[in-house]
């Protein structure tokens, strides 16, 4: 059944719910923009860092990614509930923000000091391994931290889809500056990226590259968190301290065991898995597919302008994002740029050489891209409010907790991709190219990214449009649930 827009927008607009400056709405957008700028360029560099100028192997780096997932599947469900309990004067996700903000910032310069980089030897393999583990594992505890909260609080300082689709479009313009700074930075500072010789003096120079963006991104991680924190956060004190004289907070495995049970919820982190595997997917063989396929050489400007292409057409239309959803609602929304993202993936077969043609074609890809970061956090929304209903509890720290956890292993659901298609095609001789020899064929390689770039990406989207398909909380039923709501929030 079709959305009812009009009842939607009456519903919205019945709930009083405090009016945010566009000068707080914009400020929230910070949160965003710091937790992207700091994991983008966390993901873009580290493997890199760690293989390339450390020299740690990739049996080491094997088991230490496999030890971080494993971390990972750990944290990111319980700090969720740990903020939803946390009882603060300074209310519960400013409590963490002000805590984190801080180690954040320092954990991004940790990063790039590991202790003996410029040894060559088993032994420096080994002590710089564990090093690897321990400090990517502290990282994604602290960024978690600062993650969850900031994602939390935005269903619950926008309680209704008019607001929430009003902040969306800056957040979303922030999230993009955070990724676009996350990915430009550090190849502005850091030429080569990897060591054109294997010298220890070579090593030690890159590697002093790669610290000084960290100190950068430290920097920008400061300076973004006080403007979140003292402009963008508002929490609303009197719905918590309701919440802390009622006790009715359940507890963290409680919580968890009732967000696995939702099933309007399982759908939808399942769709977000999968939209989030495209975009990475993007993100990772972009530069080998400009280079192989577009024929672009390494290090021309063009190969940023194609993300660029994706990124700067994903922030312009977001307005006509908040439109389309309000003319067919949000999910129909959700579903037709989706669609326009497939469509845009089929001429990847046939960009050989054409580096112009691969950019207007970025263009489109950026339609979709558009929907997936505007769209997101709206229907998680949804699946919030139909929570409270059900429960009396506003949870998003639950939700945005097992939420962040199945987006990491679109991680790994990438590289597993990548590892699978890109095997016997040079794959490896590409990571390390100072190892590489002359004359290498890649023609097998062009194959194996054209699979990536249009199979694997095309077949992830078409689950997403079949999960959304199947997303219940759209026309009749979202409408009931608002009004449900609405007169719950009147008699609290």
């Known amino acids: ?13 019945d709930y009083k719910q405090p009016k945010h400056s566009a000068k707080t709405t914009m400020a929230f957008g910070f949160g965003a923009m710091t937790d992207q700028m700091s994991h983008q360029a966390f993901q873009f560099l580290i493997f890199t860092y760690y293989f390339a100028v450390v020299g740690v192997g990739v049996t080491t780096l094997a088991v230490s990614f496999i030890i971080f997932a494993i971390w990972d599947s750990i944290n990111d469900p319980l700090l969720g509930p740990l903020s939803d309990k946390t009882k603060s004067k300074f209310g519960r996700r400013r409590f963490w923000i002000i805590v984190s903000f801080i180690p954040f910032a320092l954990i991004n310069i940790f990063l790039f000091t590991p202790p003996k980089f ?17 400090i990517i594992m502290l990282y994604d505890l602290i960024y978690t931290i600062f993650s969850i909260n900031q994602l939390s609080l935005f269903p619950e300082m926008f309680k209704n889809e008019k607001a929430r689709g009003r902040a969306n479009k800056y957040k979303n313009l922030l999230t993009i500056i955070g990724l676009l700074i996350g990915f430009v930075v550090p190849t502005l500072i850091i030429n080569p990226m990897v060591p054109e010789v294997d010298t220890l003096q070579a090593r030690s120079e890159v590697s002093n590259m ?6 950068m991104i430290a920097a920008f991680v400061v300076l973004f968190s006080v403007i979140f924190f003292m402009f963008g956060m508002k929490e609303d004190k009197k719905e ?36 989030w595997t495209t975009f990475k997917m993007f993100t990772t063989i972009l530069t080998l597919y400009g280079i192989h396929v577009i024929g672009i050489e390494s290090g021309e400007m063009l190969l940023t302008i194609l993300l660029l292409a994706a990124l700067l057409t994903a922030a312009a239309l977001f307005p006509v994002m908040e439109w389309l959803g309000n003319k067919i609602g949000y999910r129909n929304a959700f579903m037709v ?17 054409r580096p112009i043609a691969a ?12 929907g ?6 709206i229907i998680i929304g949804r699946v919030i409010d139909e929570d409270e209903l059900n429960t009396g509890l506003r949870r998003q720290g639950s939700f945005y907790g097992v939420n962040a956890l199945i987006n990491r292993y679109s991680t790994i659901v990438v590289f597993l991709s990548i590892a699978i298609v890109l095997t016997g095609y040079g794959f490896e001789n590409y990571l390390v190219p100072s190892v590489a020899g002359e004359g290498i064929d890649y023609t097998g390689l062009k194959t194996g990214l054209k699979i990536l770039m249009v199979g694997v990406s095309g077949v ?3 689950i997403v449009l079949i999960l959304l398909k199947l997303f219940p909380l759209h026309g009749e039923k979202w409408d009931n649930v608002q009004k449900k709501l609405l007169e719950r929030r009147r008699n609290s």
Request: aromatic share 12%; net charge negative; hydrophobic share 50%.
């Open 460 to 462: 992830s989207l078409l």
């Open 118 to 134: 410029w040894r060559i030897g088993p032994t420096s393999e080994i002590v710089n391994g564990i090093y690897m583990v321990f």
């Open 359 to 370: 950019v207007i074609c970025m263009v489109f890809v950026g339609i979709g891209l558009s």
């Open 240 to 275: 918590l301290q309701e919440e802390i004289q009622k006790e009715k907070t359940p507890g963290i495995f409680e919580s968890l065991k009732t967000t696995m049970k939702n099933k309007t919820f399982i759908i939808f982190i399942t769709a977000n898995l999968f939209t």
């Open 210 to 215: 790669y610290l000084q963006t960290g100190l």
């Open 1 to 13: 059944m079709e959305e009812n827009i009009q009842t939607t927008r009456n519903i919205a607009l």
């Open 372 to 377: 997936a970061m505007y769209f997101t956090d």
């Open 337 to 353: 740029t989706e669609g326009i993202w497939i469509a845009a993936l089929i001429p990847f077969l046939f960009l050989d050489n």
